[in-house]
């Protein structure tokens, strides 16, 4: 394709990590979202087979037949403690999570509003809703005012992002939550990028904002980033969940995840709880990194999350510079439309706790040599 939009995959030949083998060649790895470098964590392997070998290795069937493990059963609880919440419910991926979030709680007669610039998930669950799709302006609390306004009748669900996935800026959710409640609208998070990375006990973009149930009742947060491992769940209260589970589609018809990943996923959270000098490494990699490229003059969008776009525009110089990147030994995907706005692809860089200083220099060394 002449306007450098055909998508090809990149095959790995190693595990996730900071150094990586791709296509039987070496690069340091700059676009994964593995922010806390747990994905090859020796704990989360062997809790991983400690699972397999407790559990076996598929689930055998959907929830609500027989494939409901003692494992979900704990990880569900773990995730309710964690979050402050009564209960939690586990999906195969974040996508089915906003899927059965907005398919189950809305129809025809009522409204979504999300962020112009919310993960496509979510604008996907709101159309299969078939309830009315308004959008506000992103990260805009009077433009989801003046939406509101115009829209009151009937229930009202506000969808946003808590860390964008390509902007990597933080929603201001204590604007959003009280603009939510002036007109009795619920809000949802989809928290995929922020949990687990921001607040000083790892909960997310709630717990950096000091935020709890009541002003944000609904919460989804994913498990195949910060805490390596794979899968998503909603947490709320009983009345919540036990909705979801009676009537969410993309719940009930679906094979239950295998439980040896609930196995893993349960020591993932002690880990961010216990290992909070990641966190903390991780935010001194990313103010090295920002203030080094503020010295470089590269065009680094505003953002305090692991996530650093590199706004290029045209989408085959992206291209172009990903692909001089990785000649030289690094590896940074180029993001362009649809999953961006058109003109603005971008290199997406992503920093994470298994990164050393030094692979962060030579990353902005390199930027630097071929931009």
């Not at 962020?115 to 009077?142: E, F, G, I, V």
């Not at 669900?157 to 990597?168: A, E």
């Not at 409640?181 to 000091?210: E, I, M, Q």
Request: hydrophobic residues 40%.
């Amino acid at each position: 394709m002449t306007q450098g939009l055909l998508r090809r995959r990149q095959t790995l030949n190693s595990p996730q990590g900071p150094v990586i083998r791709l296509n039987d060649r070496e690069a340091l790895n700059f676009c994964s979202n593995d922010y806390l470098g747990l994905a090859n964590h020796v704990a989360l392997i062997d809790a991983l087979k400690q699972g397999a070998e407790k559990y076996g290795v598929g689930s055998g069937a959907s929830h609500m037949i027989c494939g409901y493990s003692e494992a979900h059963v704990k990880l569900e609880e773990r995730i309710a403690e964690f979050t402050g919440r009564q209960r939690a419910l586990i999906f195969s991926t974040g996508y089915m999570a906003n899927l059965a979030i907005v398919t189950s709680l809305l129809g025809r007669s009522d409204t979504v509003i999300g962020d112009r610039l919310n993960h496509a998930s979510m604008t996907d669950a709101a159309q299969l809703s078939r309830a009315r799709l308004k959008r506000y302006k992103h990260a805009d609390p009077q433009s989801l005012d003046n939406v509101l306004k115009k829209n009151a009748e009937g229930k009202t669900l506000v969808i946003t992002d808590g860390v964008f996935s390509m902007d990597g800026d933080i929603a201001p959710l204590r604007e959003l939550t009280t603009v939510c409640r002036a007109y009795h609208a619920w809000l949802a998070v989809d928290d995929a990028h922020g949990f687990g990375v921001l607040g000083d006990k790892g909960g997310g973009t709630l717990n950096y904002f000091d935020l709890g149930a009541q002003e944000v009742p609904v919460l989804m947060a994913t498990f195949g980033k910060a805490l390596g491992t794979f899968g998503a769940f909603v947490a709320g209260d009983d009345e919540l969940i036990e909705m979801l589970m009676q009537t969410a589609r993309s719940y009930i018809y679906t094979t239950a995840s295998p439980p040896a990943l609930a196995w893993a996923t349960l020591r993932a959270i002690e880990l961010i709880e216990q290992e909070t000098w990641r966190r903390e490494y991780l935010h001194a990699l990313i103010l090295r990194f920002k203030a080094g490229a503020r010295q470089l003059n590269l065009p680094i969008k505003a953002s305090e999350t692991p996530i650093q776009p590199l706004i290029i525009g045209d989408a085959r110089r992206a291209v172009e510079i990903s692909n001089a990147l990785l000649d030289k030994g690094i590896f940074i995907s180029a993001i362009r439309p649809p999953t961006v706005p058109k003109d603005t692809s971008r290199l997406r860089i992503t920093l994470t706790a298994a990164h050393s200083e030094q692979q962060v220099d030579r990353l902005l060394e390199t930027l630097a040599a071929v931009l």
